[in-house]
């Protein structure tokens, strides 16, 4: 079975800091892994994914991830913060064949002050 | 492309009580998928439509639940005799068929958010 570990449910960083949220998967296959963001009363909205190209993704809004197979690991940075970015992030993980259902982590909230 | 859409957005409820919710997949999207989000988890798979035909279901999907998608378009999710632990926002999502470039890309509606009193 697949699963997404996200470390730290809250994240704060001061506005022009670096972003740095955490996520390490399970996996027994090698996966597609994702990035999602949520804004309060919204749906999720794709940030980002790996599907077994480039191993540093570069995604919408500056975002970035890079992944680490030896490390199961699928870090997301970004280089300087905006108050926009403040959000929940959810990392999640799929099979590439299949129906292939996306198994997130439990979220990061990620907390921008000026 | 207008996006996913969900009805109602919110529905408070009775325990007790049925609720049905739908979902409009983004047009010419085959596969559809149901997630629920309770407060302060990621979302949880509940099932699997390709077409009108339903492929996959979760263990979290009981007896209450039924879901359907008649002619491969829009989508329902019936909850029968509602209970408090069923509150939670419900999540629709969609993507294509046959797209190599796809990799899997799920498009999410905004969700129904259900409050069971």
């Known amino acids: 079975a697949q699963s997404v570990t996200q470390l730290g449910s809250h994240v704060s960083v001061s506005e022009g800091a670096l972003v740095l949220l955490r996520c390490n998967y399970s996996s027994s296959v090698p996966p597609y892994l994702f990035w999602y963001v949520q804004y309060p009363n919204q749906g999720l909205q794709l940030l980002l994914k790996y599907t077994s190209a480039a191993t540093l993704v570069k995604g919408i809004n500056g975002f970035e991830a890079e992944f680490k197979k030896s490390e199961t690991s699928f870090h997301l940075t970004k280089p300087s913060a905006h108050m926009s970015d403040a959000a929940e992030y959810f990392c999640a993980v799929s099979d590439t064949t299949g129906f292939q259902k996306l198994v997130f982590g439990t979220g990061t909230r990620l907390l921008v002050s000026p | 492309d207008t996006g996913v859409s969900q009805d109602p957005r919110h529905k408070i409820t009775k325990r007790g009580q049925n609720v049905t919710f739908r979902c409009d997949p983004i047009s010419e999207h085959n596969r559809l998928y149901w997630y629920r989000q309770t407060l302060g988890q990621g979302p949880e798979f509940l099932t699997y439509?390709?077409?009108?035909?339903?492929?996959?279901k979760s263990r979290l999907l009981s007896d209450r639940f039924s879901a359907e998608r008649p002619k491969g378009s829009f989508s329902t999710l019936e909850i029968q005799r509602t209970e408090q632990g069923d509150s939670a926002m419900y999540l629709c999502?969609?993507?294509?068929?046959?797209?190599?470039?796809?990799?899997?890309?799920?498009?999410f509606g905004a969700g129904t958010r259900l409050s069971v009193l």
């Open positions: 999502a969609s993507r294509p068929l046959g797209r190599v470039e796809d990799k899997n890309i799920q498009y």
């Open positions: 439509f390709q077409n009108e035909a339903q492929l996959e």
